[in-house]
């Protein structure tokens, strides 16, 4: 069956340091997606993303944060400069017809 | 926009009783909603969705839940518990086909099932 993937599985950086968190989504859909969940909180929409360029995106999603359709199977989370609040679980989605659904998560830490 | 509201973080059921999630949503349109079902250090797995059609749906693992618009509802039930369904569960609602599909999340139930 058909899974959405994602690297790293965990990630540490440095406060202030670009991270670049990535996903393939499965392969026949068109509707991409990125959340996070802060530890102990509700799982967040940060962006969608649709034909190559952004259709949604949450006020969380600040200029900080960018994303890329770097070629036909990747889909990439960027974070400039990360902070503190950023350490939170990553979660990419895909979307077939109605339904989204989710990799396993990259979990990011900022020290 | 669209939210959920899951009361009682943590749920304690006994290994055979029931199993009730409550799920509550807000919507300005016709919703699709979902639950997902969270095993420790995994992703979040679909467990069953409403879009338009029946309101009893069933999912995976004897899971049910059923869509009542005049309470505004998607409970999410499970006639026995199994050791097995000890994990976190979040019911989430999007616009369905009038946007882009984000999804709300409500804050998740931990369910821990007693021997």
């Known amino acids: 069956e058909p899974e959405v993937t994602q690297t790293p599985s965990h990630q540490v950086t440095q406060m202030g340091q670009e991270v670049i968190l990535r996903c393939v989504p499965i392969?026949?859909?068109?509707?991409f997606y990125w959340y996070r969940q802060i530890l102990g909180q509700k799982v967040e929409f940060l962006v969608s993303?649709?034909?190559?360029?952004?259709?949604?995106k949450s006020e969380i999603f600040d200029d900080q944060f960018s994303v890329e359709r770097p070629d036909g199977s990747n889909f990439t989370l960027k974070i400039r400069s990360t902070k503190l609040e950023d350490s939170a679980m990553y979660f990419c989605?895909?979307?077939?017809?109605?339904?989204?659904?989710f990799g396993p998560g990259t979990r990011l830490t900022v020290l | 926009a669209q939210s959920v509201t899951q009361l009682g973080s943590h749920v304690s059921v006994s290994e055979g009783a029931l199993v009730l999630l409550r799920c509550n949503y807000s919507?300005?349109?016709?919703?699709?909603l979902f639950w997902y079902v969270q095993y420790p250090n995994q992703g979040l797995q679909l467990l069953l969705k409403?879009?338009?059609?029946?309101?009893l749906v069933k999912g995976i693992n004897g899971f049910e839940a059923e869509f009542k618009k005049s309470e505004t509802s998607f409970h999410l039930t499970k006639p026995s518990a199994h050791m097995s369904d000890a994990a976190e569960y979040f019911c989430?609602?999007?616009?369905?086909?009038?946007?882009?599909?984000?999804?709300?999340f409500g804050k998740g139930n931990q369910v821990v099932v007693i021997p």
């Open positions: 409403y879009t338009t059609g029946a309101t």
């Open positions: 989605a895909s979307r077939g017809e109605d339904t989204q659904y």
């Open positions: 919507s300005s349109v016709p919703p699709y």
């Open positions: 989430a609602v999007s616009d369905g086909s009038y946007g882009n599909n984000r999804l709300a």
């Open positions: 993303f649709y034909n190559n360029e952004i259709s949604e």
């Open positions: 392969s026949n859909h068109l509707y």
